[in-house]
Antibody
Framework: QVQLVESGGGLVKPGGSLRLSCAAS????????MSWIRQAPGKGLEWVSY????????YYADSVKGRFTISRDNAKNSLYLQMNSLRAEDTAVYYC??????WGKGTTVTVSS | DVVMTQSPLSLPVTLGQPASISCRSS???????????LNWFQQRPGQSPRRLIY???NRDSGVPDRFSGSGSGTDFTLKISRVEAEDVGVYYC?????????FGQGTKVEIK
């Protein structure tokens, strides 16, 4: 069955870095655009970044532009989010999504000193 | 960014009764290809969001037919014909027409 499993979350100090991964299975990964979406504790949903199926087109939310980098490895069926210069306001559950129809369970990122 | 405004933000409903959630966008969601990329998501407590409706009125596979979507341009509605206990959660509209894609604030549906 279609599955997305995020990993790489954790506790990091302000200014630090984390790399999130999303392992995809059950579908042809290279056929789909992928996204990262986040949800701060007790808050709503915020689109973070988008990458096209080939990786040639990438978008970022203004709130993360210049600090986060999305990438994918179609040979490994994997999606990544490199997060640098992390701030307290980046604290959230980060979801990987196949287009907009399938979401993972999320991985929690906490930025705190 | 396109602002998505949902109402109400809290919706207490009696089991078996209908429910309706409104979503308005700050600009038209009609894309250049003629499609309107307006989705509805359900997030049950402790779970990831699940898409219910895509392109305004198309139900995803496995979504009960008591859920329906309608609207056009900037004004959209999600209706639940008869609320069941499993429908408790937060519902979000989301536009995928203009980057940065944006969500509404969410509407919390609870049982009276």
């Amino acid at each position: 069955q279609v599955q997305l499993v995020e990993s790489g979350g954790g506790l990091v100090k302000p200014g630090g870095s984390l790399r999130l991964s999303c392992a995809a299975s059950g579908f042809t990964f290279s056929d789909y655009y992928m996204s990262w979406i986040r949800q701060a504790p007790g808050k709503g949903l915020e689109w973070v970044s988008y990458i096209s199926s080939s990786g040639s087109t990438i978008y970022y939310a203004d709130s993360v532009k210049g600090r986060f980098t999305i990438s994918r490895d179609n040979a490994k069926n994997s999606l990544y989010l490199q997060m640098n210069s992390l701030r307290a306001e980046d604290t959230a559950v980060y979801y990987c999504a196949r287009e907009v129809d399938v979401w993972g369970k999320g991985t929690t990122v906490t930025v705190s000193s | 960014d396109v602002v998505m405004t949902q109402s109400p933000l809290s919706l207490p409903v009696t089991l078996g009764q209908p429910a309706s959630i409104s979503c308005r966008s700050s600009q038209s969601l009609v894309y250049s290809d003629g499609n309107t990329y307006l989705n509805w998501f359900q997030q049950r407590p402790g779970q990831s969001p699940r898409r219910l409706i895509y392109k305004v009125s198309n139900r995803d596979s496995g979504v009960p037919d008591r859920f329906s979507g309608s609207g056009s341009g900037t004004d959209f509605t999600l209706k639940i014909s008869r609320v069941e206990a499993e429908d408790v959660g937060v519902y979000y509209c989301m536009q995928g027409t203009h980057w940065s894609w944006t969500f509404g604030q969410g509407t919390k549906v609870e049982i009276k």
